[in-house]
């Protein structure tokens, strides 16, 4: 058989036989991804609640006030889970444009001087709509990564190409990058950057195309940054914490001090010091800041552990994924989330500047939350068509 018939046997879905059973069985890859999630996310609870219920009573709302309304997301997504672990994931390519206008036009929402009734200022910055009920830059992270992906498929060899290739991805991707730095965000607009990069390389992108994109880059992000006096302040305090000013490096000192206080062990679950008002949003920005002071090394490196494992799944997955666009979108969503966790902790223990990123599955934020679980049915669902295939040979 010629390897072109193998790759079109390969892509094929083999009939039905109507066993419901059959057709939505989940591949090992997928079970074991499903353990860690749910691992994850119950890990998460029990951390939330002993980082957020002194914020909550401070607030004069119940101890548990933040860990219901998590509870609360779980539940949404656990339907966005299952639903997502149902629909084929090949539809999400025909899904690529209207996903992209529809975040679009709501990250535009976010940063209109006409908006701000819907899309208020909280912490200095104005990311979400609707008080704090939604947020659009989460949905960016999924909806570059399948937008992506969807166009590497529709170009084929003209990716190889700088202007007809790579020049609609700079030109997109950019757009979200501005939107999402207007809120100001810029620790997600190079997330997006990063995301797409990565979904370029694994379509086969020239490596000198981002060499030259970078250099025409560099000097316009860095024009931009010496205008966003935060980011200047940040990477002051990441370089030098000594000298930065105390309101912009107290932070990550605060993190630090948690995290060293844990030692090897910890100093026991609920027993931390530093969400008694010490260090700033324990609960979502630095959750693992908590985990490191009260479940100590070994705590962190269990959880930097989990999510190598399900980094390691994923890519599982996306290497036998029946198409190349579900094998696009399964690389894809895996360093979403992967590379979001590991910047994570990698603020809270001092490795990187400072930035406003969530630990996906852990930290408070029912968005972040609800889009991990979607992302995480999407790569089961991948899993599960790479089992049909099988079952049908």
């Known amino acids: 058989m010629s390897g072109r018939a193998e790759a079109a046997q390969r892509r094929t879905p083999p009939a039905s036989d109507g ?26 609870l029990a951390v939330l609640y002993s980082a957020s219920e002194y914020a909550a009573v401070q607030a004069g709302r119940s101890g548990s006030y933040y860990l219901l309304r998590q509870v609360a997301g779980i539940g ?15 539809r999400w390519s025909q ?13 535009l929402l976010t940063v209109l001087p006409f908006t701000q009734s819907i899309a208020p200022r909280i912490h200095g910055s104005r990311r979400f709509l609707f008080g704090a009920s939604v947020q659009p830059s989460e949905l960016g992270k999924i909806v570059v990564v399948v937008w992506s992906a969807m166009l590497v498929v529709r170009k084929g060899s003209a990716l190889r190409r700088l202007t007809k290739g790579v020049l609609p991805f700079v030109v997109v991707v950019g757009t979200m990058d501005l939107l999402v730095t207007l809120e100001p965000d810029l620790s997600t607009a190079m997330l997006y950057t990063l995301l797409a990069a990565v979904v370029l390389f694994a379509g086969g992108v020239r490596i000198g195309h981002f060499i030259v994109i970078g250099a025409l880059a560099v000097p316009l992000l860095w024009h931009k940054a010496e205008r966003l006096q935060y980011v200047m302040l940040r990477a002051h305090s990441y370089w030098d914490p000594g000298k930065a000013p105390e309101r912009i490096a107290y932070q990550l000192k605060q993190s630090l001090v948690a995290v060293g206080s844990g030692g090897l062990l910890g100093v026991g679950f609920g027993r931390g ?29 269990a959880l930097t552990g989990a999510f190598a494992l399900y980094g390691w799944l994923g890519l599982r997955i996306a290497r036998a994924a029946r198409t190349p666009f579900q094998q696009l979108l399964a690389v894809g969503l895996t360093t979403a989330t992967a590379m ?10 001092g490795l990187l500047p400072t930035t406003g990123l969530t630990l996906p599955f852990i930290s408070y934020g029912r968005s972040s939350l609800i889009l991990s679980l979607l992302s ?17 040979r």
Not at 76 to 90: H, N, R, S, T, Y
Not at 95 to 107: D, Q
Request: proline letters at 3%; glycine letters at 12%; aromatic letters at 14%.
């Open 19 to 44: 066993s419901t059973r059959e057709r939505w069985r989940i591949g090992a890859e997928g079970r074991a991804l499903v353990l860690v999630t749910a691992a994850l996310v119950a890990f998460g």
């Open 76 to 90: 949404l997504g656990i339907v966005c889970f299952a639903a997502a672990a149902k629909i084929d994931a090949e």
């Open 95 to 107: 899904w690529a444009w209207p996903l992209m206008w529809l975040t679009l036009g709501l990250m």
């Open 273 to 301: 010091w530093q969400q008694f008002g010490f260090l700033p949003f324990p609960f979502n920005d630095f959750i693992a800041s908590n985990i490191g002071e009260e479940w100590g090394f070994l705590g962190l490196a």
């Open 340 to 349: 979001n966790a590991y910047l994570h902790i990698g603020v809270v223990i």
């Open 376 to 392: 995480t049915g999407i790569l089961v669902n991948i899993g599960s068509a790479r089992e049909r295939v099988r079952a049908g």
